[in-house]
Structure formats: structure tokens, C-alpha cells
């Protein structure tokens, strides 16, 4: 059976002069790194591309965030984190300011992890894009 909820999640990325900010206002997370912080953990990263995930990788995000509780904030970040490095690795470390909000009701089976999944790859291949110079630049042409 399937069915459709007509409910979304949304993301807003914008230029940040000096870090990368990730904000989930639905689970009360608001996280920020210099770009030398993450350099050091995605030098981590495994070098060879698999399709599954590598967990000995997680395990390095999961240090890296210093978070000694598992929860739903603690599980976007390391989503966050994973996805922005695989998907950034041909690029430096883009200062930018994240945000996820959505009306999916969380931890209720209804897909709100997958939603935050697609909506982070989907906001990252844009950024990597711009970046790229395949689509409209905010990122290199950032005014003060």
C-alpha cells in the first residue's frame, strides 16, 4: 500500500564568511566548525568509493562530535557530516549556514531520516554545483 503525506522538508543554504553552521530547529541543534575542523576529521574519510557506508568512518564522526547520547540531533549531524564529505571531497571546506526544517513528525516511521537524507544531497549537489560553475554562484561571489 502506499500512500502520500503531502508533507515536506525543507532546506535553506546560504553563504557563511567563516564557518560551516548546521541548524535543526525541530530537534533543538544548532552546530558549528571552523573549516580546519573539518578538514582534520574528513582526512578520515576512506579513500577507495564504496556504495555502502563505512562504518569505521561514522565511528570517526561519532568522536569528532563528541556527543556521548545517541538521539535524533546526534543522528542529523553525523548524516550531515558524512554526506558533506562525500559529496564536497572534490572541493575545500565551503563556509556555509544550514538549516532543516520539516513537517514530517520525527521517530514516527513516516520517513522523516530519509527526507533529511535527500534534502541534505540534494542542498550539497547544489552547492558542489555552484561551486563547480555548472550553476548559478552565491558561494565564490560573497559579499560583505
Known sequence: VAASLGLRTRMRIKPHKSRVLVNFPDVGLKESWEPAQLREL????????????????????????????????????????????????????????????????????????AALSVCLASGLMGVLHQVQGAAEDIFNNLQE
Open 42 to 113: 574528513f582526512q578520515h574519510k576512506p579513500r577507495d568509493r564504496k556504495i555502502e557506508v563505512d562504518h569505521e568512518y561514522l565511528e570517526h564522526i561519532k568522536e569528532f562530535i563528541q556527543s556521548d547520547r545517541y538521539n535524533i540531533g546526534t543522528a542529523s549531524v553525523i548524516c550531515f557530516l558524512y554526506l558533506y564529505s562525500v559529496i564536497m571531497e572534490r572541493t575545500d571546506v565551503v563556509p556555509m549556514e544550514i538549516t532543516v526544517e520539516s513537517e514530517i513528525p520525527l521517530g514516527a516511521g513516516l520517513g522523516s531520516s
